[in-house]
């Protein structure tokens, strides 16, 4: 919870909210781990899941430990920040771009999905 001070990134809570998480970096301290027992590692927030209702959650993983996390987005959550980790996987596949013809050759296709967009 993230009541004056971001630990993190210094951020200062000039209000009276509590929040879950740190709404310039995202970030949060992880309390306890999946069996209760006391982490202190930083909850990293890695990518945003979209729900039925339109309404967003981060995926947060604990650099420490390993578990992840659902935080709710809230309305003071630095927007900039939050698109960056919606884009990242987008921006940085786990392929290379330049390749995505062969991979759709590999797969059955003709090879040719450049033609789509000309």
């Known amino acids: 919870m993230i009541e004056k001070k971001c630990p993190v990134c210094g951020w200062e809570n000039t209000t009276d ?55 709710k987005h809230n ?12 884009m990242k996987p987008l921006a940085n596949p786990p392929f290379p771009i330049d390749r995505i013809d062969d991979l759709e050759k590999m797969m059955g296709g003709e090879g040719n999905i450049g033609g789509y967009y000309e």
Not at 37 to 63: A, F, Q, T
Not at 79 to 84: A, D, G, H, T
């Open 17 to 71: 909210k509590i929040y879950e998480h740190c709404p310039n970096c995202l970030s949060m301290i992880h309390e306890k781990d999946e069996e209760g027992e006391e982490c202190g590692g930083i909850m990293e927030p890695v990518s945003v899941s979209v729900n039925e209702d339109g309404s967003w959650d981060i995926i947060e993983r604990c650099n420490f430990c390993g578990e992840f996390v659902l935080s």
């Open 75 to 86: 309305e003071d959550d630095n927007p900039l920040k939050l698109m960056n980790i919606a």
